[in-house]
């Protein structure tokens, strides 16, 4: 009988922007900070002959986002959102020795990103609505660093990406704007880790790894 009562009353409450989700284009902007870090997969030649190398660990690393939101309603239910963005990522590399030493390799990039959303909502329940997203994010490297080096050190990485995306959040309605907290995943689909030109140049941190791909977890703060 409560429950029923507050039900009833998210339904009736009074609502802010009645009216906004009927708009065909609506337009905002966000504010990201993500986890980030590589999936990798070995060399044949590291299960083979490097011996000296224990392993290979990603640390997850943060990072943040700015970017624009683009929303076209196509139904009740269902909207299109375009959300170019710039991401700001720094990844981590850690290789175990079998001495027990182990060096650690960063690597910075600066992307710009360009996520296309399916996004289901939910009924809307006085200022609240629940809602889920799903697509997929092409990107471009911006920052001109096509490889990271220390001395001799040197691993190249693609300056192209794609990743799937999944998430879930909560349209909060007032007075004067929208303001959209979510949470989304997102799973590097290429391998990014640049071909070797010159084996002859190949040293034992490019030597270990056969793929290398993107794992990243992201809560934007999105107002419309």
Known sequence: MMLSAEAQFLTWARRNNPEYDRRKISYGFSIGIHNSAYQIR??????????????????????????????????ENFDLRLMPKAGFYDHELVYNYTDRTSKSIQIETTMVEFPTLLKYKSARRGNVRMYMVGGFTPGIEASGKEFVTDDSDQIQIKKTNVSIDGGMGFDLYFPLFKFSPEIRYSRGLRNILRPVEDPADVNIFRKSLNNISTNTISIYLIFQ
Do not use: A, I, Q, T
């Not at 060399?43 to 986002?65: A, T």
């Open 42 to 75: 070995y060399s044949e030649e590291f299960v083979k002959s490097l011996d000296e190398l224990h392993s290979v660990m990603p640390r997850f690393k943060k990072g943040f986002s700015l970017g624009f939101l683009v929303n076209r309603r196509f139904n």
